[in-house]
């Protein structure tokens, strides 16, 4: 079953909507980050939101008051970021009105592109909606399948061979000791779909990334407890982070790498649901809807949180189901 193209387009179409914001929105960002200081302490899975709404929230109160839109004044923006716990806990009919918001005001982008007004209304909406669905699916209260010892997981692995992690590679890392486990006994592929190119080791995000040296404090609190593993082709980085218990993230190159996407609960649970989705995109039965229902509780039996809205699988299902309609 050939699904990897749903990916491209699935992206390609997340990317259109906001092209021509991300670049008039950085440099005002970037003109207000010495304001942006954080002072919270990476000791919880919402520290990475916590240490974000220091940054952005700074930011905007410079950038943003001054003409901030209604519905997102009403929903407590931008001082919600600083608030991980009602952040995670928005309604989806709050959270519709900021895809509602984000939407119009790109819309309204492609008539006058140099609108402050609209860049800021679209950056600051979709880094909210972004970062209130990563901490949905952290607060699931479901739990994920207990993983077996990465030699033993390894087993259950039937796409390219997987290459160990040297516990040298991974002596820095602040991550659970299960992860460490996996990386080092089980492996991760090169490739993998959908699209997926792996690290041979894990690499701090920090090191791959062009920071201003003035820039350095702000930048280090954010991505400094990112591990990235892997990226797909538009070079959105998949990662572990280390302030969330090693949880797989993907963090999107065109915003900044700030806007976040849950993928799975760990790097045991990402390889499960990598080898379910090899297994779907190789099965050759003439039932379609058969096969994606196989795959979606595989995903709901390893990871629920990973089937939350927004989440990388979720929105992977999202894609194939469209394209059957």
């Not at 010495?34 to 939101?49: C, F, Q, V, W």
Request: charged share 25%; proline share 4%; glycine share 6%.
């Amino acid at each position: 079953m050939e699904v990897s193209y749903l990916l491209r387009a699935l992206s390609t179409s997340k990317r259109d909507a906001v092209s021509n914001v991300i670049m008039s929105y950085r440099h005002s960002l970037d003109r207000s980050l010495d304001s942006a200081r954080g002072d919270e302490g990476p000791s919880t899975r919402l520290g990475m939101t916590r240490s974000f709404g220091h940054y952005v929230t700074a930011s905007f109160l410079v950038c943003v008051t001054s003409h901030m839109h209604p519905t997102l004044s009403s929903l407590g923006l931008p001082d919600l970021l600083e608030d991980p716990d009602a952040l995670g806990k928005l309604t989806d009919e709050q959270l519709d009105l900021l895809a509602n918001v984000r939407d119009e005001a790109a819309d309204a982008l492609e008539t006058d592109p140099d609108n402050e007004a609209h860049i800021d209304t679209v950056y600051l909406a979709h880094m909210t909606l972004t970062s209130a669905l990563f901490l949905r699916a952290l607060m699931v209260d479901v739990q994920p399948q207990a993983l077996p010892p990465g030699s033993v997981l390894a087993r259950s692995w039937n796409g390219g061979q997987l290459r160990l992690v040297s516990k040298n590679d991974t002596a820095d890392m602040l991550v659970p000791t299960s992860t460490l486990d996996v990386l080092n006994n089980a492996g991760l592929p090169a490739v993998a779909e959908p699209e997926l190119s792996f690290d041979e080791s894990p690499v701090r995000l920090l090191s791959l990334m062009d920071i201003p040296e003035d820039d350095e404090d702000a930048s280090d609190e954010f991505f400094g407890s990112f591990w990235r593993i892997a990226q797909n082709a538009f070079g959105d980085a998949i990662c572990l982070d280390e302030r969330a218990d090693g949880v797989v993230v993907m963090l999107d190159k065109e915003w900044g790498y700030y806007a976040q996407q849950f993928v799975n609960s760990s790097i045991g649970h990402f390889l499960l649901c990598l080898e379910a989705w090899r297994a779907m995109e190789a099965d050759t039965g003439d039932d379609v809807d058969t096969i994606i229902e196989t795959f979606e509780r595989a995903v709901e039996r390893i990871d629920p949180a990973a089937l939350t809205e927004g989440a990388f699988w979720s929105d992977c299902l999202d894609a194939i189901e469209e394209e059957e309609d």
